[in-house]
């Protein structure tokens, strides 16, 4: 996928109350959810891709998501482009 072209950025929640992302680029929808999206940024952390957040953030995270999993391997792969 380009830069040049659109995504539909929307949200939605499950029956569950999870909240769920949905990205479209006008031939196929992906669903993700937040707790994904969190878990990744959490990856792109640990591997130095992004600054370091606060601990107390991502505690903060953890109990309000109690599936979120903030102690992730540091043994990860990344593919990078």
Same mark, same amino acid.
């Given at each position: 996928?380009?830069?040049?072209?659109?995504?539909? &950025?929307?949200?939605?929640?499950?029956?569950?109350?999870? +909240?769920?992302?949905?990205?479209?680029?006008?031939?196929?929808? #992906?669903? #993700?959810?937040?707790?994904?999206? #969190?878990?990744?940024?959490?990856?792109?952390?640990?591997?130095?891709?992004?600054?370091?957040?606060?601990? &107390?953030?991502?505690?903060?995270?953890?109990?309000?998501?109690?599936? +979120?999993?903030?102690?992730?391997?540091?043994?990860?792969?990344? &593919?990078?482009?």
């Amino acid at each position: 996928m380009t830069q040049n072209q659109l995504i539909e &950025k929307k949200h939605c929640e499950n029956v569950d109350g999870t +909240l769920v992302f949905e990205l479209n680029n006008g031939q196929e929808t #992906l669903g #993700l959810e937040l707790t994904t999206i #969190l878990q990744m940024v959490r990856i792109a952390e640990r591997q130095h891709f992004i600054p370091p957040l606060e601990e &107390k953030w991502w505690n903060q995270l953890q109990q309000r998501y109690p599936e +979120l999993q903030v102690d992730i391997d540091e043994h990860l792969q990344i &593919k990078n482009k």
